[in-house]
């Protein structure tokens, strides 16, 4: 993919190998970052619908109101 964007400015020379192996090393790195967070979206997802379920059994113990967890859209 960072072929594929920097086509033109290979094509015209505007840089030399050294920037471009750069930039595509960089682009590889932001790749993997985003990688591991789609990767890791179920367990986070798996996490946060714990937290809120421990919330919600939290107010009921202490006879508080249920949190809204949709927001003020919802309302």
Known sequence: MPYVALAPTI?????????????VRAFGRVESSLQFLVRSWPIIVELISIYKRLQSFEALLRDQPLPNWEGPAAS
């Open 11 to 23: 094509v015209g020379a505007g840089i030399t190998l050294g920037v471009m192996q750069q930039i």
